[in-house]
T-cell receptor, first 110, second 113 residues
Framework: GQNIDQPTEMTATEGAIVQINCTYQ??????LFWYQQHAGEAPTFLSY??LDGLEEKGRFSSFLSRSKGYSYLLLKELQMKDSASYLC???????????WGLGTSLAVNP | DAGVTQSPTHLIKTRGQHVTLRCSPI?????VSWYQQVLGQGPQFIFQ???????GRGNFPDRFSARQFPNYSSELNVNALLLGDSALYLC????????????FGAGSRLTVL
């Protein structure tokens, strides 16, 4: 089967660093995505990892370990506007559909 | 340049009715995917279309159908609506069927009473 797990909720303080973990089990693997979704809005693309290692993009970084079926999204210098749901998704299988986790709701407090 | 546009943004239907949702992809994008997102959950894949052909189908009943037009816009149709069909329906476009980064529209929020 195919499964993605990520924490349901996290809370952090403005200016801090937070790490959101994602573990996945898929038949075949073609990359792992992180999307950000603010309440009532569409998901927006944050990062894509297909090889092991860390990808850094400004305040956001994403890490992948294919052997462990594990990824994390690291958010630095948190801002209030970072309060959102963070969705982990993998691109697996022959039809290349994205399989999504349930999302991690991050609340950034002052 | 316009992003992915969807219509209508909100609609209310009753059980048993039919609904058609529309999507226009980003100019130059040839692939459209449809997702259903129930409140508090991640999106669930419904369909992918590329060059007017179905390239992928998720685990949804035959009441759900879609098509893509020559201008790459797409329609999602749902027949015999059930209360459980109430959700945000997201359309996403990408350049081709293999391109992985999806750009989503704002969604159509369907409420079935």
């Amino acid at each position: 089967g195919q499964n993605i797990d990520q924490p349901t909720e996290m809370t952090a303080t403005e200016g801090a660093i937070v790490q959101i973990n994602c573990t996945y089990q898929t038949s075949g693997f073609n990359g792992l995505f992180w999307y950000q979704q603010h309440a009532g809005e569409a998901p927006t693309f944050l990062s894509y990892n297909v090889l092991d290692g860390l990808e850094e993009k400004g305040r956001f970084s994403s890490f992948l370990s294919r052997s462990k079926g594990y990824s994390y999204l690291l958010l630095k210098e948190l801002q209030m506007k970072d309060s959102a749901s963070y969705l982990c998704a993998t691109n697996a299988g022959n039809n290349r559909k994205l399989i999504w986790g349930l999302g991690t709701s991050l609340a950034v407090n002052p | 340049d316009a992003g992915v546009t969807q219509s209508p943004t909100h609609l209310i239907k009753t059980r048993g009715q039919h609904v058609t949702l529309r999507c226009s992809p980003i100019s130059g994008h040839k692939s459209v995917s449809w997702y259903q997102q129930v409140l508090g959950q991640g999106p669930q894949f419904i369909f992918q279309y590329y060059e007017k052909e179905e390239r992928g189908r998720g685990n949804f009943p035959d009441r759900f159908s879609a098509r893509q037009f020559p201008n790459y816009s797409s329609e999602l149709n749902v027949n015999a609506l059930l209360l459980g069909d109430s959700a945000l329906y997201l359309c996403a476009s990408s350049f081709d069927s293999g391109a992985n980064v999806l750009t989503f529209g704002a969604g159509s929020r369907l409420t079935v009473l």
